[in-house]
């Protein structure tokens, strides 16, 4: 099994910045690829940023020059830096990954979600 545990979450002004980090954790698995979606009250969950274990990197259109995503591999940890932050941009940001684990001599691809963090933008 594999968890992932994000943190950074919380207030901030308009214009300002933070940095998401989602930690993945458990043993015999690697990572393919991770990523941030996000979800606001009353919207579905959208896309924010994917990144591949290659590092080729993919962000919503909208998104482009202010958000970036990047990880570490050896930590296993992926991160979005967020900066310009606008009213529109908070949600609840959400972690995945996409995983294959080596379980019983079996190689098993399995998604997982973070819990979410809370993103506010507020004056």
């Known amino acids: 099994q594999v968890q992932l545990v994000e943190s950074g979450g919380g207030l901030v002004q308009p214009g300002g910045s933070l940095r998401l980090s989602c930690a993945a954790s458990g043993s015999s698995f690697s990572i393919n690829g991770m990523g941030w979606y996000r979800q606001a009250p009353g919207k579905q969950r959208e896309l924010v940023a994917t990144?591949?274990?290659?590092?080729?990197?993919n962000y919503a259109d909208s998104l482009k020059g202010r958000f970036t995503i990047s990880t570490d591999n050896a930590k296993n940890t992926v991160y979005l830096q967020m900066n310009s932050l606008k009213p529109e941009d908070a949600a609840v940001y959400y972690c995945?990954?996409?995983?294959?684990?080596?379980?019983?001599?079996?190689?098993?691809?399995?998604?997982?979600w973070g819990q979410g963090t809370q993103v506010t933008v507020s004056s």
């Open positions: 995945y990954a996409d995983t294959v684990i080596y379980s019983d001599y079996r190689l098993l691809k399995g998604d997982y």
């Open positions: 990144i591949t274990s290659g590092g080729s990197t």
